[in-house]
């Protein structure tokens, strides 16, 4: 379909939506710079936007935009994962270790431990632990190292690097015992993915996912800090010499987060991906179903498959979601457990050391999955909150 009977056929679904228009207005009015929505349900596809895409700009947000997917990024490496597993070459409950003997891991620590966070490896992003007490890993756009994390902006992290960081620090748990979100864990993932295949983790991406899937949106930047055009713009407000300051980093060399969320996207290639696996077009169905099994994170209404969060709605509903933030940037991504009906949003915001947009993402979540998944009724605010949004 041209980009103008695209454009056409979506006004005239937005004029039967003004429920979903008003709520990603309310979701601009509560503190970000702007957002873009896709959803594709029983009445088909209906695509909006609201608020700006660059601060101080008139133009709205563009909604076949780019935009960074933060821990979105975890589901496509578990799924590059889990299709290795089903051409031979991984076993999900083969130790790590059997194919990175050079890292010295703990040999109980299994595949499937990595997908599910299950393997205890120490966060390389920074750890909080339950009394408060703060660990901290390489400099990140949260708490105290703010600025550090905008001065080296456009550093290059090797991925052996941050894995060598983690495995430096105390294991949080004994490997399989409990439950605890690791972005060293997707970094390992990544890691594995090259050993097993001789080749890099953007060739399997592409080579297994985007090239099948026609998802010429989607990229793998590893250390690339550029962002395809069109996209809205993402800033950060930090202190320096008690001076506060607002800058576009858009731009940034996304391999301090590395396979935890370095990827870029956009709302119709994030649907297209989500609606195809969950759809059985990309892993057998044994695979697809242990992917979505849930696990017991302790986090209310919100367990983990492989790659995935699995959210009880205010409805009584299942859905399977993943969503990331990356500074500045916010993605969300929901599907019905088949596939057919999907939520895709990115969020464009200014970020800080202190999440202070956290509560307002939380909340423009919930709006949204109540919105297209619960027929609309008002929940608890926090129910489909993302622990993951922090860092990364």
Known sequence: MSESLHTIKNTAAGQDRPELQKAIQEIVDSGFVGVSLRVHDERGEWVGSAGAAELGGAAKPPTNGHFRIGSNTKTFTATLVLQLVAEGKVGLDTPVADYLPELGLDERI?????????????????????????????????????????DNRFKTYRPQELVELALSKPARFEPGTDWSYSNTNYVLARLLIEKVTGRTYAEEMQRLILGPLGLSGTVAPTTRSEIPEPHAHAYYRYADAGEQKTIDVTRQNPSWISS????????????????????????????????????????????????????????????????????????????TPDGSKTLTAALNCVEDADLSIATAFQNAQQRLVNEVFCGGQAGSADRAADPAQPTG
């Open 110 to 150: 299994t595949v499937r431990m990595l997908l599910r966070h299950t393997s205890g490896v120490f966060n390389f992003s920074g750890e909080v632990y339950a009394d408060g007490t703060v660990a901290p890993g390489i400099p990140i756009p949260y708490s105290t190292t703010g600025k550090e994390w905008m």
């Open 260 to 335: 935890g969320g370095d990827m870029i996207s956009t709302t119709q290639d994030l649907h297209t991906f989500i609606s195809a696996l969950l759809g059985g077009k990309l892993l057998p169905a044994p695979l697809l179903a242990e992917m979505c099994a849930p696990y017991p994170t302790g986090i209310p209404n919100m367990d983990y498959g492989l790659g995935v969060f699995v959210v009880n709605t205010d409805g009584g509903g299942t859905v399977i979601s993943h969503n990331g933030g990356m500074v500045g940037y916010a993605a969300l991504m929901y599907s």
